[in-house]
T-cell receptor, first 111, second 116 residues
Framework: SQQGEEDPQALSIQEGENATMNCSYKTSINNLQWYRQNSGRGLVHLILIRSNEREKHSGRLRVTLDTSKKSSSLLITASRAADTASYFCATDYTGGFKTIFGAGTRLFVKA | SAVISQKPSRDICQRGTSLTIQCQVDSQVTMMFWYRQQPGQSLTLIATANQGSEATYESGFVIDKFPISRPNLTFSTLTVSNMSPEDSSIYLC?????????????FGPGTRLLVL
């Protein structure tokens, strides 16, 4: 399967702490995206990082990409209860025409 | 960007029946996709909806079971045919708004389907 793997599968932290989620994938990519999903609703696009980028920031989000290790991480700083959701990485593979979603990390932020 | 609506938002259906899910976008978009998300799982791509032609199905999904239409650049339907309890899932429509936004998908709110 081309599906990426994410770890941890679940993460529980206190409000104000940082949350780090990791994603690994299997073949060369054009880009990698992170999405958030609240309570089984539609996904919301958070950030896209291209294969020639190493780090990207958006507000409290920081994404890194290491193409040599075929991995990415999403850091959420100063977490809030409203950040409670499932987070998915997704990759557009080189030469492919579809996006492959990882298994997801369920984040629970306790107030 | 794109704003997407789906109808119905949820439904409970009897096995053997069919359900058609509608996806409406507020602007013309380049690509439209249909995903299935089984309880507690990740997203699995069912097919790419092609405007004016047959959809492109992923391995494990066939047109007889999941017929798809896309008559124009803002609308698509997915039908789940001859349903069984194994079809109970969330069905999600997504779009790539333009060539400039390849890599960014916008998702509809999903349709929760329960088959009894």
């Amino acid at each position: 399967s081309q599906q990426g793997e994410e770890d941890p599968q679940a993460l529980s932290i206190q409000e104000g702490e940082n949350a780090t989620m990791n994603c690994s994938y299997k073949t060369s990519i054009n880009n990698l995206q992170w999405y958030r999903q609240n309570s089984g609703r539609g996904l919301v696009h958070l950030i896209l990082i291209r294969s020639n980028e190493r780090e990207k920031h958006s507000g409290r989000l920081r994404v890194t990409l290491d193409t040599s290790k075929k991995s990415s991480s999403l850091l959420i700083t100063a977490s809030r209860a409203a950040d409670t959701a499932s987070y998915f990485c997704a990759t557009d593979y080189t030469g492919g025409f579809k996006t492959i979603f990882g298994a997801g990390t369920r984040l629970f932020v306790k107030a | 960007s794109a704003v997407i609506s789906q109808k119905p938002s949820r439904d409970i259906c009897q096995r053997g029946t069919s359900l058609t899910i509608q996806c409406q976008v507020d602007s013309q978009v380049t690509m439209m996709f249909w995903y299935r998300q089984q309880p507690g799982q990740s997203l699995t791509l069912i097919a790419t909806a092609n405007q004016g032609s047959e959809a492109t199905y992923e391995s494990g999904f066939v047109i007889d079971k999941f017929p798809i239409s896309r008559p124009n650049l803002t609308f698509s339907t997915l039908t789940v045919s001859n349903m069984s309890p194994e079809d109970s899932s969330i069905y999600l429509c997504s779009v790539v708004a333009s060539e400039a936004e390849v890599g960014t998908q916008y998702f509809g709110p999903g349709t929760r389907l329960l088959v009894l």
